[in-house]
Structure formats: structure tokens, C-alpha cells
Nanobody, 126 residues
Framework: QVRLVESGGGLVQAGGSLRLSCAASGRTFSNYAMGWFRQAPGKEREVVVAISWSGGSTYYADSVKGRFTISRDNAKNTVYLQMNSLKPEDTAVYYC???????????????????WGQGTQVTVSS
């Protein structure tokens, strides 16, 4: 079992930045692909970014390309989401998730992730 705990959410003005962290328990963090998803009120959960277990493959949703960056520190069992140039439409609950499959390319499908954090609220004011 893997426990994921997100932190770093909050309220920020448009154009500002936040860095989300997701700390994972367990000794096999380096084997997991990691993803960040978000869900806004009344909308479905969507993938934001993902990184493969090796770190060699990343995915960015078109809406965040050039503004968000995912990274991982396997020594700290932590994955980060740096969010710059935030927009009001980025407002959502952000979840990190772990995928046990050692695929070359990180999945963008929520159903293929095995473990989820509790989520952290990000609110961007205009």
C-alpha cells in the first residue's frame, strides 16, 4: 500500500505561482509512474501532467504546457508540480496519483492509477 499526501495548494492571484508537493510512503516510490490530476466543480477529473517511473517520459496537457513542470525526487519519495503563470481556469482540487506499472510512457488515464492522494485546493483569483 502506498499513501500519498499532497501539500502546497492555496489562493493565488492570476499570474502567480505555486508549487505542489506529493509525498509518498513506501520503499518502491521509484518504481511508480506519477501523475497530477485536477477536478474543478461540475467538471470531470482530468490529467494535468504525468511522469514515468524512470523520469524519462513526461506528459503535459495542452492547457498547461509551458506553464507547469513536473519533477520527481526519488531520494525524498516526492513528486512536485511547479505551476507558473496561473490562470483562473486552473482553479481546481489537484490530486497526485501513483501507477505501479513500469511502462515506458506515463499513463494519462485516471483508471490506470492505483493510489491517490486526498487532494489539495488551488484557487486562482482574477
Amino acid at each position: 500500500q502506498v499513501r500519498l499526501v499532497e501539500s502546497g495548494g492555496g489562493l493565488v492571484q492570476a499570474g502567480g505561482s505555486l508549487r505542489l508537493s506529493c509525498a509518498a510512503s513506501g520503499r518502491t516510490f521509484s518504481n511508480y509512474a506519477m501523475g497530477w490530476f485536477r477536478q474543478a466543480p461540475g467538471k470531470e477529473r482530468e490529467v494535468v501532467v504525468a511522469i514515468s517511473w524512470s523520469g524519462g517520459s513526461t506528459y503535459y496537457a495542452d492547457s498547461v504546457k509551458g506553464r507547469f513542470t513536473i519533477s520527481r525526487d526519488n531520494a525524498k519519495n516526492t513528486v512536485y508540480l511547479q505551476m507558473n503563470s496561473l490562470k483562473p481556469e486552473d482553479t481546481a482540487v489537484y490530486y497526485c496519483a501513483a501507477d505501479r506499472r513500469r511502462t515506458v510512457v506515463a499513463s494519462t488515464r485516471a483508471g490506470e492509477y492505483d493510489y491517490w492522494g486526498q487532494g489539495t485546493q488551488v484557487t486562482v483569483s482574477s
